[in-house]
């Protein structure tokens, strides 16, 4: 059972930077991809950014140029630099770690708030 969990949510003002953290722990095989999503009541869950363990990466069109994820490969964690900050980035903001060969997974976290307002 890999257990994932998000650190570093929090209120910040419009213009302002926060950085989430996210550690995976329990995995015996290579994660192949960890990422960022998030969700806003009465909305489904998006995808904000993704990395795989190669370091390709892929982001949302409305996070390019403001947010930055990365990750460590040894110690199973993955971060996601946001600056500039938008009040639309309000959301719950959930790590997701992902291996997509035998013995494949998909674990989440319980979530981290991310409130962006004045």
């Known amino acids: 059972q890999v257990h994932v969990v998000e650190s570093g949510g929090g209120l910040v003002q419009p213009g302002g930077s926060l950085r989430l953290s996210c550690a995976a722990s329990g995995s015996f095989f290579t994660i192949n991809v960890m990422g960022w999503y998030r969700q806003t009541p009465g909305k489904q869950r998006d995808v904000v950014a993704t990395i795989t363990s190669g370091g390709m990466t892929n982001y949302a069109d409305s996070v390019k140029g403001r947010f930055t994820i990365g990750r460590d490969n040894a110690k199973n964690t993955v971060y996601l630099q946001m600056n500039s900050l938008k009040p639309e980035d309000t959301a719950v903001y959930y790590c997701?770690?992902?291996?997509?060969?035998?013995?494949?997974?998909?674990?989440w976290g319980h979530g981290t708030q991310v409130t962006v307002s004045s």
């Open positions: 997701n770690a992902q291996r997509t060969s035998r013995p494949a997974f998909s674990s």
